[in-house]
C-alpha cells in the first residue's frame, strides 16, 4: 500500500488527476474504473481541462462506473450516468460505445449484474479503478458485511448509506433503496487502485480501513490486501494515520 498526503482538496483532486493522465498516456487504450461521489468531482474537473488544453485523449479509452441506482432512468438528475455525463464524458472525446455504467433502468437484478460481468472480461478487466470510501468503509455500494468473493450485484442500501445521500433527492421516498455495483472481487482484479479521501470526517474510517483488520464489516480494508494499492487523501483525512 502506497500512502499520499496532498495539503487540500485541490491539491488531492490534481494528483489524482495526474495519476489518471499517466495511466492514459503510458496506454492510451486503458481501462478506467471510475467512481461517482463528491470527491472526485475535482478530479473530473482537471481530466476535462487537460483535454481542451490537448494534454490527454480520451479517443481510444474504456470506462467501467462501479455502480447506479436500481431503478432510475439513465437521464434522472441524481443518477449515475447524469453524474458521469455532465462531469466529464459530455466534454471529452471519448467514444460512446466505450462507456459503461450499470443499468439501473433493467428490473431483472441477475440479467443487469450478469451482462456487465461478461462486459468487464470482454473488455480484458481494469487497468486502474477510482474508489472512494463511505463513512462506513463501503466502496462502490458493497455495504459492511458483503462477501469479498461477489462480482457485480444488487444490494439493500444500508441506512446510513440512505442518510448520506438523501440530501440529493426531494424526499426519502423518491430516493432508490437498492443499487447495482461492481463486486468486491472485481474491484480486487484491477490491476492498479486508486482511493481518494477527503475531509476530517473520513479521518476515523480510513485509519479503521488500513490499519485495523481486514474484514468485511469494513469492505475496503479488504485492499490492504492488494499489490498495486494507493490511498491518496488530503491531510483531515489521513490525520490519524501520519
Known sequence: MKI?????????SRKAAMLLSAQIIMKPNAVLGLATGSTPIG???????????????????????LDEYRGLP???????HHYMYTRLFH????????????????????????AYDVMIQRVGGIDL??????????????EPGT?????????????????????????REEMPKQAYTMGVKTIMQAKKVLM?????????????????????????SILQMH??????????ALQRIL
Open 4 to 12: 499520499v498526503c496532498t495539503k487540500d482538496y485541490q491539491d488531492l
Open 43 to 65: 478530479l473530473y474537473a482537471h481530466l476535462v481541462e487537460w483535454y481542451q488544453r490537448g494534454d490527454l485523449d480520451f479517443s481510444e479509452v474504456t470506462t467501467i462506473n
Open 74 to 80: 439513465r437521464d434522472h438528475a441524481q443518477s449515475y
Open 91 to 114: 466534454h471529452i472525446n471519448i467514444h460512446p460505445d466505450h462507456i459503461h455504467i450499470p443499468d439501473g433502468a433493467e428490473p431483472d437484478p441477475l440479467r443487469a449484474c450478469a
Open 129 to 142: 479503478q477510482l474508489l472512494g470510501i463511505g463513512l462506513d468503509g463501503h466502496i462502490g455500494f458493497n
Open 147 to 171: 462477501a469479498f468473493e461477489l462480482g457485480t450485484h444488487c444490494v439493500d442500501l444500508t441506512e446510513s448509506t440512505l442518510a448520506a445521500n438523501q440530501r440529493f433527492f426531494a424526499s
Open 196 to 220: 481518494v479521501a477527503s475531509g476530517k470526517e473520513k479521518a476515523e474510517i480510513v485509519k479503521k480501513a488500513f490499519f485495523g483488520r481486514v474484514t468485511p464489516q469494513v469492505p475496503a
Open 227 to 236: 499489490p498495486d494499492f494507493t490511498l491518496m487523501g488530503d491531510q483531515e
